[in-house]
């Protein structure tokens, strides 16, 4: 629904006879009461906690010293980046003018490509300058000295607003970076401006009326998936090798599998939330990296990755050694036990399915075992997560609501006026099922490495100008959207889509891998082997911009 319709809904569910039906209908739509029908035994009791829940206290793994896969031609990866700064091929100046134009003409297209909605101009030719004189002086801080970087506007940077999509946010700056950002900084990388999202990032699928979204990098008729719509068009494109996003329920890999990039979402407190823009609202949002390879991901992961006491979830994690993330890129998956639920992989389309499963026979042929699971509530997770992401929204949203409802979107109107007719008990029976869930992982991932599955149910879904003038609702877009992604949320566990090919209209497809708690090294090395065997790879879309060419 779309346009005028959508407008009206959004009037008339006002009334609360209209509000209560549009509830009950999306409630079955989003298996919503399919989950509420679980028996008793499926509801462990309520956690006191949301940190994750870890299967094995050793993932100590030998390697077969392989070393990072190798690097083509495209995508451009840091590792490029830092050899044409080092030889002198191009300066950090020169590499700054060149990403934030890029992002300008792609602005210009027609529908946009742009993946920015506001832009640093100053602040990163400063950074770039200051940048240059160290590589000068042979003391770059890091492989990230003077590589431009992008940053979902749902996270703090230093001079500009945090506009969480939308449209009657104050546009006051930011007077401190985010951490994450903070540290990235520290690095030497120069934060080329804020990428859109959709509002309050309740979206996975990447339209916000507020906003000129970026269609999606391989189809301008697709969507970009969201809500970190315009951190993963900004690495398809090329404007930057790396982007920072965030993932309530998919909205790092959603669009990472849409656009055909590398999105982590790593342990829940692996990267602390100080800076994010709407504090404490809810227990299942991530910080995480879009990148063009696994080295990329892992590199912008340590960088921001660290305890940190105004995150006490990140204080419980373990020591991530330096170099190590990057060391395990070569370990191989010889031995490595992959689970596999296929009555989970059958609620993907045919054409998702197809390459996700090849990639599995490569790494089976690599040396990994694919060993057969049943989740038993893996089915149930979206539902779960939906009442979960939902409710604490519902409630952070209070004042807004009372203040600014008019000036949302209809769709983010539709969806808080539906909440008003659910069930009071709602979030805490979703909270208790996600209890059994995490259990439920905890003993998979005792038996298995990691568990595998598609990121999405579906590829990009099309979208017309009038829809993305207006927003739109489609629950069943969103359902497939979402299908496999809260699995890692409401667990905390860490999740990356890796780009393995795609369906017969040539969109990207993504792989998920899920690991267990704090164990991101094993996820990118699964993410490695995959792009050692050629099973994974960035397609380069025709929009695509090399800012190292020439």
């Known amino acids: 629904m779309s346009g005028h319709p959508l407008a009206a809904l959004a009037a008339l569910l006002k009334t609360a006879p209209l509000r209560l039906a549009t509830a009950r209908a999306v409630r079955a739509q989003l298996g919503i009461d399919a989950a509420r029908g679980l028996p008793t035994g499926a509801r462990g009791p309520l956690p006191l906690s949301y940190a994750p829940v870890r299967a094995r206290a050793d993932h100590r793994r030998p390697s077969r010293e392989l070393g990072r896969p190798s690097v083509t031609s495209w995508p451009r990866s840091i590792a490029a980046y830092a050899e044409a700064l080092r030889q002198g091929r191009l300066s950090a100046e020169e590499i700054v003018r060149r990403s934030l134009a890029a992002a300008r003409s792609l602005a210009a297209h027609v529908p946009t490509l742009g993946p920015l909605c506001d832009y640093a101009d100053q602040r990163a030719q400063r950074s770039a300058q200051e940048s ?78 507020h906003r000129r979204m970026p269609r999606n990098a391989h189809d301008p008729g697709r969507l970009p998936g969201g809500s970190s719509s315009g951190s993963a068009v900004a690495v398809a494109l090329g404007v930057v090798p790396l982007a920072i996003g965030c993932d309530g329920g998919g909205s790092v890999r959603v669009p990472a599998a849409y656009n055909g990039v590398f999105g982590l979402k790593p342990t829940y407190g692996r990267i602390p939330l100080v800076g994010h823009g709407s504090p404490g609202t809810s227990s299942v949002v991530h910080i995480g990296p879009l990148a063009g390879c696994s080295a990329d991901l892992a590199l912008g992961l340590e960088a921001m990755a660290g305890a940190d006491p105004g995150d006490a979830c990140s204080l419980l994690q373990p020591e991530l050694a330096p170099g190590s993330l990057d060391s395990a890129l070569g370990r191989g998956v010889s031995g490595l036990r992959i689970g596999v639920d296929e009555s989970e992989w059958q609620a993907a389309a045919a054409d998702v399915s197809g390459p996700a499963r090849a990639a599995l026979d490569a790494l089976e042929r690599a040396g990994a075992a694919i060993v057969p699971l049943r989740l038993e509530l893996a089915a149930h997770a979206p539902a779960v997560g939906y009442l979960t992401i939902a409710l604490e929204a519902h409630a952070a949203l209070r004042a807004v609501r009372a203040e600014h409802e008019r000036e949302l979107g209809y769709d983010m109107q ?14 805490i029976d979703a909270q208790r099922l996600r209890a059994s869930l995490r259990s439920e992982m905890a003993r998979a991932l005792r038996e298995v490495d990691v568990v595998a599955l598609p990121t999405t149910a579906n590829t990009a879904p099309p979208i017309s100008d009038d829809e993305a003038r207006s927003g739109i609702i489609d629950p069943p877009a969103l359902h497939a959207a979402c299908r496999f992604a809260f699995l890692g949320n409401l667990t905390g566990l860490p999740a990356a889509s890796i780009p393995v090919g795609s369906d017969a209209q040539g969109l990207p497809v993504g792989l998920q891998i899920i690991g267990d708690a704090w164990d991101e090294a094993c996820v990118l090395q699964v993410a490695a082997e995959l792009e050692r065997s050629g099973a994974a790879q960035v397609m380069r879309p025709k929009a695509a911009i090399d800012l190292l060419a020439g």
């Open 132 to 209: 240059q004189a160290r590589l000068r002086e042979g003391r770059p801080r890091s492989a990230l000295e003077g590589v431009p970087i992008a940053v979902k506007e749902e996270l703090d940077v230093e001079g500009m607003p945090t506009r969480l999509g939308t449209a009657f946010m104050p546009y006051h700056p930011a007077k401190a970076d985010a951490l994450s950002i903070a540290r990235l900084r520290r690095q030497g990388a120069a934060v080329i401006g804020q990428t859109p999202m959709t509002e309050y990032g309740m979206s996975t699928l990447g339209t916000n009326a």
């Open 414 to 427: 539709i969806l808080l006026s539906g909440l008003d007719a659910f069930a009071p008990d709602d979030y």
